[in-house]
């Protein structure tokens, strides 16, 4: 790693989209074929790596069509800002489309690929898009993504593909040319599209006039992204299901019956949000909403696909009736989501899933118990109240971390294989990925995927005078990553899950220090709150009350250790301190006492405002009263922005938070 940083400092090439170009490397299988790239460090504009333009130090283009390439995409490309040219059509790729792409594309050719999955909400997001070929793939469902935000869309591709719904979230695009052969779109062809250059064949269109638009139909005009969900705003939507418009053959009554349903459920929506939202104190609201939209943190709330298509393939999936593309836009980040929203839930009855089928590998115990050398103790890599954590090497050379869990933790086999089932659906990339799992002769394991650097509490906690402390910005980073994983399961799982059990220990850190949120979906095995850890809400401790609020609690707690690098509960320090909520709740709005709390590992190094922000945060996470903690998709809010700011000012960073000296903005750091 220092290597790349230093080879980079001479560079041509932008760092950030170097990396990022290392990144994509690695995650394509380091392919031959990407002729002069490298896994680290390079320099992909002076050494003119295949397939690259650049403009000055920032990357412009990829295109790296037809190269065989396999692998994945990676979940990084959204720091290619400069990008307008993605093309990586007649690849392998076949996997899920990652929402992270260049957010400022102009051209985007993910053509030939064997994609499968849905399409992710983020392309909603490029508003600079003009040409998007997706065709030739395997893309499911409806098209969720709100196209008419696409201002300058004018070519878009989507023949031969299985899309189902209709048309209408197409019809307000400046279209000049669509093909959307060989989907099975239904309903009608809107007329705003019957000027423009399209291809329609081998889809089920109704041939009929086209009746008068369904109730919830995209408005002609652009919405307004930056609206609270307090209003009428969110009410034509929030029905959700609303299946009608694209049935053929609806008669008048029935149009005005799902209006009337629509407008009944919309206001019962409306009144929780605002019963919830009178809850909190003003002064709360004020200092997370005053904030403008972000679409960094609202493309992790559409990473919603995973749970709705990925098991596409079953017949029942195949017949089930096209549904009009109403889902409420999931951007709502205003939605709340705590008690109060679990009672008004029969609005929208989640679907229980029983006889799921399970997304990951089955192993048999004897080849994990060769690949752990029998459970050897110099394997254990952890130990927690479900159970102990082994490093395993498989045949092929590939590393996983598998966890033993506990008999007693479990009451029978079948629970065992419906919580695998449930953790399999999970798919972020700051959760901890399951990929297998074993439950043969009373055996029950789970197998992960296995990240090098550990835990952050390891990080934190029990390093040694040579390793090297984590940095502010690292920090930052990791609690965001950390935030993205809890909204993504409080937020956009239906049911939410609730983790149960967040603490440092369960956040695992990669290479590049991206941290992975392990024991998701395990909350059904932990049985007694650890009382003396330190992460436990007071309503936890107290009354054993784990809701989504109580993981909120916890994070705010994982987010002090990160600002003091001091344990929850440490039974070595003067009593007053041993607590560190208690002890350090009361100092978060003081700079001064600020300053002395802060990590002495950073040696200094550390913007004062972002600090300050960063307390802000946590203050409002560790709140006792469980309903005034902010939702995680607010705290998501609130560190994107932090980061945001400190982007702005990144010169004054260097490479990993060593302040240069002459800097304009020397002034944001302590002397
Ligand atoms: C879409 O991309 C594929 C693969 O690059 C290409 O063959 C096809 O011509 C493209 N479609 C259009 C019309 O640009």
Known sequence: MLIGIFSSVNAATDPTDASTLNTLYTSLNSAQQLTRWTASGGDPCGESWRGITCSGSRVTEIAIPGLGLNGNMGFTLDKLTSVTTFDISNNNLGNQIPYQLPPNVQRLNLANNGFSGGLPYSISLMTSLRYLNLSHNQIQGQVTVQFNTLTSLSTLYLQNNQFTGTLDVLANLPLQNLNIENNRFTGWIPNQLRGINLQSNGNSFNSGPAPPPPPGTPPATRPNRNHRSGGNNGSSNSGGTGDGGSKSGIGGGAIAGIVISVLVVGAIVAFFIIKRRSRKSPADIEKLDNQPFAPLATQEVQEIKPLQTSFATSAKTFEAPPMLNLRPPPMDRHKSFDEDDVSAKPIVPPKKVNTAPINAKSFSVADLQIATDSFNVENLIGEGSIGRVYRAQLDDGKVLAVKKVNSSALSNSEDFLDIVSEISRLNHPNVTELVGYCSEHGQHLLVYEFHKNGSLH??????????????????????????????????????????????????????????????????????????????????????????????????????????????????????????????????????????????????????????????????????????????????????????????????????????????????????
């Open 458 to 671: 390891e990080f934190l906690h029990l390093s040694d005078e040579f390793s090297k402390p984590l940095t502010w910005n690292s920090r930052v980073k990791i609690a965001l990553g950390t935030a993205r994983a809890l909204e993504y399961l409080h937020e956009v799982c239906s049911p939410s899950v609730i983790h149960k059990n967040f603490k440092s220990a369960n956040i695992l850190l990669d290479v590049e220090l991206n941290p992975h949120l392990s024991d998701c979906g395990l909350a059904s095995l932990v049985h007694e709150p650890d009382q003396a850890s330190g992460y436990s809400a007071p309503e936890v401790t107290m009354a054993g009350q784990y809701t989504i609020n109580s993981d909120v609690y916890s994070f705010g707690v994982v987010m002090l250790e990160l600002l003091t690098g001091r344990k929850p509960f440490d039974d070595s320090r003067p009593r007053n301190e041993q607590s560190l909520v208690r002890w350090a709740t009361p100092q978060l709005h003081d700079i001064d006492a600020l300053s002395k709390m802060v990590d002495p590992a950073l040696n200094g190094l550390y913007p004062v405002k972002s600090l300050s922000r960063f307390a802000d945060v946590i203050a409002l996470c560790v709140q006792p009263e469980p309903e005034f903690r902010p939702p995680m998709s607010e705290v998501v809010q609130a560190l994107v922005r932090l980061v945001q700011r400190a982007n702005m000012s990144k010169r004054t960073f260097g490479s990993e938070g060593t302040p240069r000296a002459n800097s304009g903005d020397a002034d944001d750091y302590t002397p």
